[in-house]
């Protein structure tokens, strides 16, 4: 047994990984495909699950209480990776997450449900953060690209399949088994991980910010709250939106603040005086808003106006994410090979407002042909963003902040799709409700408050003019959500032509220089990463 340490080399040349590293990614795909797989498959399971447990008006908490655990814990598990060591917070995130996942199969009612999902979401925070950092440690940025690539394809695959496999589990094996599905492939990263990963143990002194913790979770989970409430469960001027406003807005001013002064700071503010880390966050923040409003409402459109079957909802989105897999593959390569990366987030800003725009102008008598080339277009605009992201966020820090970076990251993508969720559903649901009052008068306001509910089947029972009406008020809906994605996404054009094209780490004689504040060359600074082979 020997020990082989994966360091930067400086040659340039990514070279073959050995086995274990490989084995080790193969356990990081599989950890990622729980956390992707989990809301696609259950969300499928949904009607069935409220059919068994009943609680209707729950419903909604049973995805709120996953995002807000998830959101909450993302940074948390990035400082404790930082602080006492990578392996042992990722393996603790994938335990907690299999611990959810068990009871949550064996929930009585919704009220342990949604408390058994908060469980889980507790573990998908660190699941992904682990993902991206322990990819941060094993493989310097100017060969990482193809391994994000790789990554985001995971991410692609889980979004098409996931539907259909949760379809196919709840109709043969019971609703149950959505979240029982998870333990035998938890089990088998548990295994992976433990055998073949062996990084450098940490022993930090510091102890964990719980103030600074507790100040973040508290806005995080006003501003979850406010965007998943607001104009559903209160009207957005009531009191009760108004509180959460203020003890948000209040509990992360004191956040900031905290952080100048702590001694060990969860969320290290002097990272935002990198240019690019900062852009990659604002950037990260507008993919999710609009990645995860698309693959809400095109799915709905395609069902009400395109008689589409639900059944194969995930197989409607398959031409926006395989153009996102492609292009995040080839954008991975492209990186590695050459070191360079500002075209993508310019390239895929461009693309992004250019798709919305033409999914805007989706109306009634649109083919599934022509929304499947815009679909396309946004696709690949996408897959320009998803993994460079990060990518460039990793490089624009040193290697002490390489998990906190990631959780970072990956928290303004998750709280870009709460937003994006809330603001475009606020927004679509308004369209709606207004084409049917003008269509289909008193007539159709019992169909919009059941329209969750309208697929193919239920559309063709209804009266003639009413479903006219609630097509049109759907193709109404999907037009001003889809404008207000493209506006929004101008920012992410301006904000990548701001982006330093700093060379990525281990890039041979073009690496960054000790110093660079936008490209932090830190080889002292990085540890080996033992791999046992």
Request: positive net charge; contains cysteine; aromatic residues 6%.
């Amino acid at each position: 047994m020997a020990d082989t340490t994966i360091a930067e080399t400086g040659t340039g040349q990514a070279g073959k990984q050995p086995r274990s590293v490989r084995v080790v990614l193969l356990a990081l795909m599989i950890a990622m495909m729980l956390a992707m797989l989990d809301n696609m498959i259950v969300g499928t399971a949904m009607p069935t699950i409220v059919g068994d447990l009943g609680g209707l008006e729950h419903l909604s908490w049973v995805v709120t209480g996953y995002t807000l655990a998830t959101a909450a814990s993302t940074p948390i598990w990035g400082k404790l990776g930082d602080m006492h060591g990578r392996k042992g917070a990722f393996l603790s995130s994938i335990v907690i997450f299999l611990i959810g996942s068990a009871l949550s199969g064996m929930a009585q009612n919704m009220g342990e449900l949604i408390g058994f999902r908060a469980v889980q979401g507790l573990g998908a925070g660190g699941l992904m953060v682990g993902v991206m950092a322990i990819i941060g440690d094993l493989i310097p940025p100017r060969e990482r690209g193809k391994y994000t690539g790789m990554m985001a394809g995971v991410m692609a695959l889980a979004m098409i399949g996931g539907p259909l496999v949760g379809g196919t589990i709840t109709d043969n094996w019971g609703w149950r088994w959505s979240f029982y599905i998870n333990l035998p492939l938890g089990v088998v990263a548990l295994a992976l991980v433990s055998a073949v990963l062996h990084l450098p143990k940490k022993r930090a002194q510091a102890r964990i910010d719980y103030l600074g913790v507790t100040l973040l979770t508290i806005g995080i989970t006003s501003i979850v709250l406010v965007t998943t409430w607001g104009g559903t469960e209160y009207a957005w001027t009531s009191a009760r939106i108004m509180e959460l406003i203020g003890i948000g807005v209040a509990a992360l001013i004191g956040f900031v603040f905290w952080q100048t002064k702590a001694v060990e700071p969860v969320l290290p503010l002097h990272m935002f005086k990198s240019g690019n880390f900062t852009l990659m966050s604002l950037i990260g923040f507008i993919t999710g808003f609009v990645m995860f409003g698309a693959t809400l409402y095109l799915p709905l459109y395609q069902q009400s106006v395109q008689g589409a079957s639900a059944t194969n909802s995930g197989l409607l989105l398959l031409p926006m994410l395989g153009a996102m897999l492609v292009t995040s593959m080839v954008a991975g390569r492209v990186t590695t090979s050459s070191g360079r990366y500002k075209v993508f987030p310019i390239a895929g800003g461009a693309l992004m407002i250019v798709g919305l725009y033409l999914l805007s102008l989706m109306g009634t008598g649109t083919t599934r042909l022509t929304s499947g080339i815009y679909m396309a277009v946004l696709g690949l605009g996408m897959g320009c963003l998803m993994q460079i992201t990060m990518l460039v966020a990793q490089n624009s820090v040193e290697m002490k902040d390489m998990g906190v970076a990631s959780s970072s990251t990956t928290l303004f993508r998750t709280l870009g799709s709460s937003f994006g969720v809330a603001i475009m559903g606020a927004l679509f649901n308004d369209r709606v409700q207004h084409v049917m009052a003008e269509r289909a008068g008193a007539l159709g306001k019992g169909i919009t408050e059941k329209s969750a509910q309208l697929d193919a089947k239920s559309l063709a029972k209804l009266p003639v003019p009413v479903r006219d009406a609630y097509q049109h008020g759907v193709s109404a809906g999907t037009h001003s959500a889809f404008l207000l994605g493209a506006a929004i996404a101008v920012i992410v054009l301006i904000a990548a032509l701001f982006v330093k094209e700093v060379p990525l780490r281990g890039a041979g004689p073009a690496a960054a220089k000790p110093g660079d504040r936008d490209g932090v060359s830190d080889a002292p600074a990085r540890e080996g990463v033992t791999e046992a082979v």
